[in-house]
């Protein structure tokens, strides 16, 4: 389908594109890779009268690396986090994660700024700030703020950004080097959005017992979310066999997926477990 007539502009500076979207109110949106702003505009979900392109503004997209933890620019493209070696002992989660993200064409040009924007509770790297209590650095007319990950998703595809808002930056806390972590998520097809996935960590102290349990899902709710009754599960505990039943049990219980055309609430439910068992396996080997 052809998509709508709208303006188009692309600034030199975040001041600039900041300025453009509060101009127009809620009528104009920022592009960035247009991996899902463009086929929204071709199904008419979205009709801005002008897109503000973000690709000539400086510096949104570097990797950061420091004591701090991990610091990506909103531009930093699926790509970007491919090719960066760092990242694997730097936050091997999130390159786990980012693996599972659509096909090649669609990593060469879709950044992490507009996957988080868009906010699809399907989507990976929304589940892993979620997991991660990840920090969104934004600017907007009235200035700049940060928005922690855990308010940052108020439901499918609506975020807490203002319409003149812009994300420059996603931060990650330091990731300790001994820290165990799995990803595991089940679509239909290789690269597909997932119908559950699991993103987990957790830190053991000296006698093996895991702390600091942080267990996120995704495609079971409107918004990527954390699951307290599973990390209480592996508190304190040696995560062997029977604690991955248990996690796994508590798992499907404390999701309340909705029925779809491609799964029941049965079915995401004990897939919810699964997924949640595999990467507490694969954690702890
Ligand atoms: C075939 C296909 C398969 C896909 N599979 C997956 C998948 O498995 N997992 C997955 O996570 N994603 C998947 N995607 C989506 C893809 O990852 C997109 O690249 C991503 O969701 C959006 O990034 P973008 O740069 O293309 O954003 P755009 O499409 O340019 O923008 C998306 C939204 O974000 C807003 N936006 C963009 N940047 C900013 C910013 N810096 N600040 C504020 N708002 C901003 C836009 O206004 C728009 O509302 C798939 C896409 C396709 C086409």
New binding site residues.
Partial sequence: MKLPPFQYAAPATLRDAVALLAAHGGDA????????????LAFRV?SPALLVD?RKIPD?DRITISADGVRLG??VR?RDIEDDARLDTAHPLLKAAVA????YQ?RN???I???I??A?P????PGIAVTCEAEMA?TGASGARVIRAADFFLGPLMTA?AAD????EIRLPAWPPRRRWGFQEF?RRR????MAGAALYYDEDASGKATNAHVGVIGVGDVPQRLAEVEAVLNGRVVDAAIIAQAEGAAAGCVNPADDIHASKAYRRALTGTMVERALKSASA
């Fill in positions: 949106k920022a592009i960035a890779g247009g991996q899902s702003l463009v086929p929204m979205a973000l949104l909103a531009m699926w599972h993200v659509a096909h669609v040009r879709g950044t700024g507009g996957s924007a868009h699809d399907a989507a990976e790297l934004v950004l808002e812009i994300i420059t679509a690269g597909d959005f997932a």
